[in-house]
């Protein structure tokens, strides 16, 4: 089972081609960048007790709690119901040709099939409502997420949401979003934009760190992701873990207070840069206030009932997917993912830049 589970994920991220277009660090960029190697990883433990699957069903498939009654996916001609495939996007140009970039013309068109093919793009407030087990879905419910705070989400995508009527998540890097805070090369999302969006009602803000989507050296050689990494240098050797946990604590409390006072909306979504994250790391999310998490990797439906902390998106914003081959991805997730509701994630997902 978990050699047929490791080859399902394989084919997913190849059916969307799940390659990074975030900016590395400088010592990463390279004419060819070196590929990465995952820490492997146990998967995680129920809080309860472990019953057979039948029993628990998609309340439990993660180990986590609720207060309502959640409902079993189902998949048929029709499509799927009582689940919900969270699409991740980045950034938008007229040519792409490499990360995590789609062409204008390939988000219309997607947008376009989703119409026509009968998917409801859902509401965050719902999605967590869903999730905790206190409401229903539509048939064929998607969550549209877009992250970092590229322009091109204003320029390209937003006025999208607007001709279709879409809600939408927004992931910011907050540091992004003032004058000087993006590393050179990015043009991201201003103040004033994203006060715009968030007025309309259609793009929920939500959290991506207020500056750790970066990588961080954890060793000679080594780097990890700034919010999962204990940082190390030559001169003052390993980071400690009291260090750790304040360097990351400061920074999501501030990126979760800057947004929830510059647009007077609750912040409880956060999305792991790089997708990566780690059981310390969770701690120190809940502590500061952050209820739904996100990954990017694990290519899943999301269920009533399951455990909030890991999240699945699907990458439908890499430059080789095509809208046919996105929408495509969407119904093999779905129909996956209703036939195997008790899957788990890892308890870790972990990446070393070598």
Request: with cysteine.
């Amino acid at each position: 089972m978990a050699a047929a589970r490791r080859a399902l994920l394989w084919g997913v991220c190849l059916a969307v081609a799940c390659v990074s277009g975030v900016p590395r660090p400088s010592v990463l960029r390279a004419a060819a960048p070196p590929a990465r190697r995952t820490v492997p990883a146990p998967a995680l433990q129920p809080e309860t007790p472990a019953r057979p699957a039948a029993a628990v069903g998609a309340a439990k498939h993660l180990g986590g709690g609720t207060s309502g009654r959640p409902v079993r996916p189902a998949y048929g001609p029709g499509g799927y119901r009582n689940e919900v495939v969270a699409l991740m996007y980045h950034a938008f140009r007229p040519h792409p040709t490499a990360g995590d970039v789609i062409s204008p013309a390939n988000l219309a068109a997607q947008f376009r099939l989703m119409r026509q093919d009968g998917f409801h793009p859902i509401t965050l407030a719902r999605f967590e409502a869903f999730v905790r087990g206190r409401a229903s879905v539509p048939p064929n419910a998607v969550l549209l997420t877009f992250d970092n705070g590229y322009r091109s989400f204003y320029q390209v995508a937003y006025p999208l949401l607007r001709r279709y009527h879409y809600p939408a998540v927004l992931f910011a890097i907050v540091r992004w979003l003032s004058p000087g805070g993006a590393p050179p090369g990015i043009h991201p999302l201003t103040w004033a934009q994203v006060r715009a969006m968030a007025q309309s009602g259609l793009v929920d803000v939500q959290s991506q760190t207020w500056n750790l989507h970066a990588g961080v050296a954890v060793g000679p050689g080594r780097v990890e992701a700034a919010d999962i990494g204990r940082a190390w240098s030559p001169a003052g050797g390993r980071e400690t873990l009291a260090q750790y946990e304040a360097r990351v604590g400061a920074d999501l409390l501030r990126a979760r207070q800057t947004l929830q006072r510059r647009l007077g909306a609750p912040v409880q979504a956060f999305a792991y840069p790089f997708g990566d994250y780690r059981p310390r790391l969770i701690r120190l999310l809940h502590q500061a206030g952050y209820r739904y998490l996100f990954a990017a990797k694990l290519g899943w439906g999301n269920l009533s009932g399951q455990n909030p902390q890991v999240l699945f998106r699907l990458n439908s914003g890499a430059y080789t997917v095509t809208a046919p081959g996105a929408i495509a991805a969407i119904r093999q997730v779905a129909r996956d993912t209703a036939l195997h509701p008790g899957w788990r994630p890892p308890r870790r997902s972990i990446e070393v830049w070598p």
